[in-house]
C-alpha cells in the first residue's frame, strides 16, 4: 500500500511524506486538522491540508522564533503567543525561569486539543502555571492591550484562511501598542524562496517597518517547509538582536538547544544576496 | 413550501446547455467559443450562461416561461402580489415606481433625502416634489425618517398629491413610522411608495424594521444586490394588492432593456431561493455581528456607533441593526477621512463615509475575521490619526429652498458659473457625494450660502462629488432668471 501526504509548495511542486497511519482528522469551525505518523518524520500536524510541523524537525523553528528574542533580552518577563496551538514555542519559553507570564491566544480551540492528545512533544507545557491560554482572535485579543508585554511571538499560519489578520497593518500596529518600551515581536515570515510567499514575506516586512525603529530579518533551514528556507522577522522599539546580543549571560543559562547557539544567533542575520534584494524591494514599494 | 427550492431560470439555463443548442443568435460571443479573453477572465459556465431570450429562456419584456414562474416565487417569498425582476439596477426599479403613478404635475410627497434616482424619475416625467423635512439627528448630523405629524400636515395641505414615497431604511438604516404613513396615504387616496434599496434583508430576517409589503405599501423597490447576495445590478420592483400590475410591466417596458442579463436574472433567482431557505439565520448572523462590531467601537474613544438607542417613537420610528454606522467627529475626522484611510492605509472598503459618518456593510458575506480587522483598524486610527474636533462641520441636512419643479430647471435655458459666485440662484443640476448619493441640491433649488459653504467643505475633506456638468465642480449650471 502507497499511502502519502502530498503538499503543494507551488502550482508546479510538490512536497510528499509517506505516511505510516493518520491519528486524527477533524474539521473545526476555522480549519481542516490532520495528524499523521511517519517513519521519516515522526508525528507531523497540518492544517488545510499545509505543513505546520514534525516531531523530527519542530526544534529548529521554535529554537529559533524564541531563543533569538530571548537572548537579545534576558530581562523579558511578560510574553504574549499568538497563534501556536502545538505548544512548541510555548515549551522553549518555560524553559526561561526569569519569566514571569506566558499568554497564548489560539483561536482554534480544537488544534489545542489535537495536539495535547497526539503531540505530546510539543504540548507538554501548556499546563505549566504560567501560562493562561486565551482561545479568540489574535487581532482582537491585542486590540486593547496597552504597553503590557516585553516579548510578542506571532507563530501564525500562512496569510490566507484564519493567519490572515496576523499579517495586517491594524495587527501591527495593534502589537507596537501592546509592548512595553523595550518590547520586541518576532513572526514567522514566509518563505523567501516561491513567489507566493515571498510575497507576503515582502508585505509583512513593510508594514512591521512602518511601525517599528528596528527590523532585522532572520532565517533557519526547516526541512518540511516549502522550500526548506525559513525566514523569520525581528521588530523591536530599542533592541537591537546583534549589538545588544548577550552571548555570554545567554549561555550561563545552561539551555541545552539542538539547534540556536549564540554564534548562529550572529549569523542567522546575514541573509543571501537575493533575499536582501527582496526585502529592498519591500522597502522601496 | 417547499417550491422555493427551485430556482426556475437556472435550472432552463443548466437545461439549454445541455441541451447542446446551436446558436444562430446573439450574443455573438456564442457562450465564448468564439471569444477566449472573456472565458479565460470569467470562466466557462458563466459565459456560457450569457445568453438571449428565446421559448425555453422566456422574455423579460413580456414572461410567460421560467421568467414568470421566478417572478411567482419571488413575490411569494418576499410576501408580495407581483414582483418585476429588474436588470437596470434598482434605480430603474425606483424611477419606475414614480412613472406608474405620477403623470406631469403631479405632486408626490417625499422626504427630501431620496436617492438622486429618485430626483431623476421627476426630471423624466415632471412630478413635482413635496418635501418633508427628515428630522436631523442633533449630535450625529444625520437626516431621519419623516415624523407622522410631518406627514399628516404635507397630506393636507397638498390632497391632490399622488403618492407619498418613504424610505425604508435610510442608508443609516433609519425607519420612518410605515404602517402608519401607509394608512395616512390610503385614508387620503394616495399610494405608497417605498425605496427598499438597503432592506431586502428586513423581508427574512427576524427582529428587524417592517418591511414595505408587511407593512401594506402599494409598491418598493427592493435591491437584492445589495444586501441579499445577487449580482450588481440585478434588483426587484414588488407591488402590493391593488396595483394593476400589467399596465407597470408597460410602463417597465418603457425604459428596461430588451437584452435583460441572464447572468443577473438566475442570480435573482438563486438569491430569492437561498434568503427564503436561510435569510432567518443569515440575518441573525449579520445582526449579531453587527451588534458585536457596535460594542466594541463603542469602546474606542472618539467613535460612536449608533443602534437602537436613536429610536424616538417618530424620525426614528426604528432602527436596522444589521447597518454598522459610526460617528466620527468627535475623532477629529471626517467620516469621509475615517473611510479614506481604512482603505489606503488598512485595505478595508466600506461603503461610504461623508461629513460626519461612516457605514460598513454587514451582509451574508461577512466572517468575524473580517469584522476584527475592521476593529483592529478603528483602533489603529484612533491611536495613529485622531486629531481635535474644532472646527468640524457638523449639520447633514440643508432644508432646500425649491423654485421650481426639477424637470422646469433641467430643461430651463442654463448659465454656468462659479460655484462660489452662484449664492441666490437656481440650480439646474444636482449636487451630491457618490456614494450615499443623495442630493445636497437638486435642480430647481437656490443656491444659499450654507449649501455652498457645505460644497467647499466636503470637497476640501475629500469626497467624491458628482452630478454637475463640470467634472471639478467649479462651476455649476443654473437657470437664466
Known amino acids: 500500500m502507497e499511502y502519502w501526504y502530498t503538499e503543494e509548495h507551488s502550482e508546479n511542486a510538490r512536497f510528499s511524506i509517506r505516511v505510516d497511519r493518520q491519528l486524527y482528522s477533524a474539521k473545526s469551525k476555522f480549519q481542516r486538522i490532520d495528524i499523521f505518523e511517519a517513519e521519516e518524520f515522526g508525528r507531523f500536524l497540518t492544517l488545510d491540508g499545509l505543513m505546520m510541523l514534525t516531531e523530527k524537525d519542530e526544534f529548529i523553528y521554535h529554537d529559533m522564533i524564541v531563543h533569538v528574542p530571548m537572548a537579545t533580552n534576558p530581562g523579558i518577563k511578560k510574553v504574549l503567543v499568538i497563534g501556536a496551538g502545538d ?66 511571538i506571532v507563530d501564525s499560519t500562512d496569510p490566507f484562511g484564519p493567519g490572515e489578520g496576523l499579517f495586517t497593518k491594524e495587527f501591527y500596529g495593534n502589537c507596537y501598542k501592546a509592548l512595553t518600551e523595550e518590547g520586541i515581536l518576532v513572526n514567522q515570515h514566509e518563505c523567501p524562496y516561491y513567489d507566493s510567499y515571498a510575497m507576503s514575506m515582502k508585505r509583512a516586512h513593510k508594514r512591521i517597518k512602518e511601525f517599528f525603529p528596528i527590523t532585522r530579518v532572520y532565517q533557519a533551514h526547516i526541512p518540511t517547509y516549502p522550500s526548506g528556507h525559513w525566514l523569520f522577522g525581528f521588530a523591536s522599539k530599542k533592541k537591537d538582536p546583534i549589538r545588544d546580543l548577550d552571548a555570554e549571560s545567554w549561555n550561563s543559562l545552561g539551555i541545552k538547544t539542538e539547534y540556536y547557539n549564540t554564534d548562529l544567533h550572529r549569523g542567522c542575520f546575514a ?8 526585502l529592498d524591494e519591500a522597502d522601496k514599494d | 413550501m417547499s417550491r422555493q427550492d427551485r430556482t426556475p431560470i437556472y435550472d432552463a439555463l443548466q437545461k439549454y446547455i445541455d441541451n447542446r443548442i446551436v446558436s444562430f443568435d446573439v450574443p455573438g460571443h456564442k457562450q465564448g467559443k468564439g471569444h477566449k479573453a472573456l472565458v479565460d477572465a470569467f470562466g466557462q459556465k458563466c459565459i456560457s450562461m450569457d ?8 422574455n423579460l419584456t413580456h414572461p410567460t416561461g421560467v421568467i414568470r414562474e421566478a417572478e411567482i416565487l419571488a413575490a411569494e417569498a418576499f410576501r408580495a402580489a407581483q414582483a418585476f425582476f429588474i436588470t437596470n439596477g434598482t434605480t430603474a426599479a425606483v424611477q419606475n415606481m414614480i412613472f406608474s403613478c405620477c403623470r406631469q404635475n403631479d405632486k408626490i410627497i417625499m422626504p427630501r433625502n431620496v436617492h438622486k434616482s429618485v430626483i431623476n424619475a421627476m426630471i423624466i416625467c415632471g412630478a413635482v416634489p413635496v418635501y418633508v423635512n427628515p428630522g436631523t439627528e442633533p449630535e450625529l448630523g444625520i437626516s431621519l425618517g419623516m415624523s407622522v405629524s410631518d406627514v399628516k400636515r404635507a397630506v393636507s395641505e397638498h390632497p391632490d398629491a399622488k403618492a407619498i414615497f418613504v424610505n425604508n431604511p435610510t442608508y443609516y438604516g433609519v425607519c420612518s413610522d410605515l404602517k402608519e404613513i401607509v394608512r395616512i396615504a390610503h385614508d387620503a387616496g394616495m399610494l405608497a411608495l417605498v425605496d427598499e434599496a438597503h432592506g431586502t434583508h428586513l423581508y427574512f430576517g427576524e427582529g428587524l424594521p417592517v418591511s414595505a409589503m408587511d407593512a401594506g405599501a402599494d409598491m418598493s423597490a427592493v435591491s437584492i444586490h445589495k444586501t441579499g447576495g445577487s449580482l450588481t445590478q440585478s434588483s426587484m420592483l414588488l407591488l402590493g394588492p391593488g396595483i394593476d400590475a400589467e399596465a407597470v410591466r408597460q410602463t417597465i417596458n418603457l425604459t428596461q432593456t430588451t437584452s435583460g442579463s441572464y447572468l443577473l436574472m438566475a442570480s435573482l433567482d438563486i438569491a430569492r431561493k437561498n434568503l427564503f431557505l436561510n435569510g432567518r439565520e443569515i440575518f441573525a448572523k ?14 474606542i474613544p472618539g467613535f460612536r456607533a449608533f443602534g437602537k438607542e436613536i429610536i424616538n417613537g417618530d424620525t426614528v420610528f426604528d432602527f436596522d441593526s444589521t447597518k454598522l454606522s459610526i460617528h466620527t467627529r468627535a475623532m477629529g475626522l471626517a467620516g469621509i477621512e475615517v473611510y479614506d484611510i481604512l482603505r489606503d ?7 461610504f463615509g461623508d461629513i460626519g459618518n461612516v457605514l460598513a456593510i454587514i451582509s451574508v458575506g461577512d466572517r468575524e475575521l473580517e469584522i476584527e480587522r475592521l476593529l483592529g483598524a478603528l483602533s489603529e486610527i484612533q491611536r495613529r490619526f485622531s486629531k481635535d474636533p474644532m472646527n468640524m462641520l457638523d449639520h447633514e441636512y440643508i432644508d432646500p429652498q425649491v423654485a421650481m419643479t426639477p424637470q422646469q430647471a433641467f ?43 457645505y460644497i467647499r467643505y466636503a470637497k476640501e475633506k475629500g469626497c467624491v462629488m458628482t452630478g454637475t456638468k463640470d467634472m471639478e465642480m467649479n462651476n455649476i449650471e443654473t437657470v437664466e432668471e
Not at chain 2, 51 to 58: F, H
Not at chain 2, 432 to 451: C, H
Open chain 2, 286 to 299: 449579520v445582526c449579531s455581528l453587527s451588534e458585536y462590531a457596535r460594542r466594541e467601537v463603542n469602546k
Open chain 2, 411 to 453: 430643461y430651463a435655458r442654463k448659465r454656468s458659473v462659479q460655484i462660489k459666485d452662484s449664492l441666490g440662484m437656481i440650480s439646474a443640476e444636482l449636487v451630491m457625494a457618490y456614494p450615499p448619493g443623495i442630493p445636497i441640491l437638486a435642480p430647481g433649488e437656490r443656491l444659499t450660502a450654507e449649501i455652498i459653504d
Open chain 2, 345 to 351: 492605509e488598512f485595505g478595508i472598503q466600506i461603503e
Open chain 2, 51 to 58: 445568453l438571449n431570450s428565446s421559448k425555453p429562456l422566456d
Open chain 1, 87 to 152: 505548544g512548541g514555542t510555548v515549551r522553549e519559553l518555560t524553559r526561561y525561569g526569569t519569566i514571569e507570564k506566558i499568554d497564548m491566544v489560539e483561536i482554534d480551540k480544537m488544534v489545542v486539543d489535537a495536539c495535547l492528545e497526539y503531540m505530546p512533544q510539543t504540548s507538554s507545557k501548556l499546563s505549566d502555571p504560567r501560562v493562561t491560554i486565551y482561545y479568540e482572535d489574535g487581532l482582537k485579543f491585542v486590540r486593547d492591550k496597552v504597553g503590557v508585554y516585553d516579548l510578542i
Open chain 1, 271 to 278: 541573509l543571501p544576496t537575493y533575499v536582501k534584494e527582496l
